[in-house]
């Protein structure tokens, strides 16, 4: 059972950063996997970035090397630094927990933040 808000998104030019915020309910040392989705319009949620709980980090490869994902165990909150913005990049971003309680897996999402990015 995890419950996770994010925030941060909004209206950025081309070129510039943001950082999107996700703060779940629970204590992310005992979530086996966290990490941000995102969809655009007319295409299918896709993977940005994950983080595992033992710090092992992936990227998809369209935002390799401007994301980064990062996470503060004592806020409870997962971090998606966006640098160098692209107008592809405008989508509605989400964040993911997914995690084993007792013999089962789980996959928990929020509600997504915009994140638009103009030319």
């Known amino acids: 059972q995890v419950q996770m808000v994010e925030s941060g998104g909004g209206l950025v030019q081309a070129g510039g950063s943001l950082r999107l915020s996700c703060a779940a309910s629970?204590?992310?040392?005992?979530?086996?996997?966290m990490g941000w989705y995102r969809q655009a319009p007319g295409k299918q949620r896709e993977l940005v970035a994950t983080?595992?709980?033992?710090?092992?980090?992936n990227y998809g490869d369209s935002v390799k090397g401007r994301f980064t994902i990062s996470r503060d165990n004592a806020k409870n909150t997962v971090y998606l630094q966006m640098n160098s913005l692209k107008p592809e990049d405008t989508a509605v971003y989400y964040c993911?927990?997914?995690?084993?309680?007792?013999?089962?897996?789980?996959?928990?999402w929020g509600q997504g933040t915009q994140v638009t990015v103009s030319s």
């Open positions: 993911n927990a997914y995690l084993l309680v007792g013999t089962r897996w789980y996959d928990y």
């Open positions: 629970r204590s992310i040392s005992s979530i086996n996997r």
């Open positions: 983080i595992t709980s033992g710090g092992s980090t």
